[in-house]
């Protein structure tokens, strides 16, 4: 069983953790308005986003460490987004290397990056993605720095000062999980390993996080915008200013984020604050979002107010965690299966009548 350091890691969100769960209730506000007599025979969940053919109108969040939840998480991540053809992002933090994930059969991975205080290990991670045949970069900018989340700190994940007896026996188990991996041959931390970053896994939240260079502004946007021909998202958007800069730099699309309730705590709910930042990214700049998505209504609701896409985090490192591939494999299914069912109770055959019949298919309570 997955030992708690990992489970804590993944469902945990800074200080309070009310913006995980002001994520989940924006979505219960919202209910969607059967409509009755028109042909839904045929429903179609397919749609296209920045030149991906998408099988579904979501997307995998880059998800870090989750090559943590089982042996080779990473690629069965890979190959299940790439059979079901929807797109994956790989994060920084990826136990297996973008080259390595790159490698499966078929994929067509986005790569998120961070900007690290040392730009040569960005600059080098830039070419690493266009090497692999990347074409999208998802750049994150609501992390200049981490903020203390609680079940981090419990179990020694970031700092292990004093421990007590439990916080000792939390650490061990996880230990012990991590020498297992790299006993089946995976490595610590392989994207950061050119780079003389992830020797030693359970020290890897805090020093990889700490590489995150604070200092970040418009210019390091542009610079990257300027490094980089392919499409460009920026991801952990949530102020309508904010987005209409990134369309003045250059973005591609925007993807409204608090990073699933792991930063600013507590901050609005994205679906809350959606529908403003569709307003200001206007019609070149697409928008994605995600944190607390989990149901097909979720989904529906978020293209209704105006998103592309939306994109999922927790879900999918779970499915690995309980069942791996099948099971991830099971959920992007179910996941499908759900946005359908509404869609066809709504009355919408196809993702585009359903985002241009907007607000007007929803009820807010
Ligand atoms: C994340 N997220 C994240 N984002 C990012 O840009 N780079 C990263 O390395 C990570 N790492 C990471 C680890 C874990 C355990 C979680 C849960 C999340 C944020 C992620 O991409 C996404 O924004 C949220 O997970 C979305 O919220 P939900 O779907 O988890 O509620």
Known sequence: MLPRLFRDYVAGGAHGEVSV???RDAFKKWTIVPRCLRDVSQVSTATRWLGYDCAA???LAPVGFAGMMRCGADLMAARAAEKKKIPFC???????????ICAVQGTDILAQIYVFCDREI????????????VRTLML???????????RDEKNGFRRLTNPSVAQMLSFARA???SLNMVRHGMPVLGNLQPYGLGRTLLEQAKTAASQIDPSLTWKDLEWLRAQWGGNLVVK???HPDDAARCVAVGADSVMVSNHGGRQLDPSPATLDVLPDIVASSGPTCSVVMDSGVRRGADVVCALAQGSSLVALGRPWAWALAAGGEATLTEMIDGLQGEIRDVMALAGT???ETLRSAGPAMLRRS
């Not at 790989?90 to 390595?100: Q, W, Y």
């Not at 690493?128 to 045949?133: D, F, K, L, N, S």
Request: proline fraction near 8%; charged fraction near 20%; glycine fraction near 4%.
């Open 140 to 150: 994150t900018v609501d992390t200049p720095i981490t903020p203390l989340r609680p």
């Open 236 to 238: 952990g958007v949530m």
């Open 57 to 59: 109108p979501f997307m």
């Open 349 to 351: 055959t196809c993702v």
């Open 175 to 177: 230990w012990r999980w």
């Open 122 to 133: 960005t600059r080098d991670m830039i070419n690493r993605a266009r090497q692999c045949g």
């Open 21 to 23: 769960q002001a994520n």
């Open 90 to 100: 790989v994060s920084t933090f990826s136990i297996t290397s973008l080259e390595d």
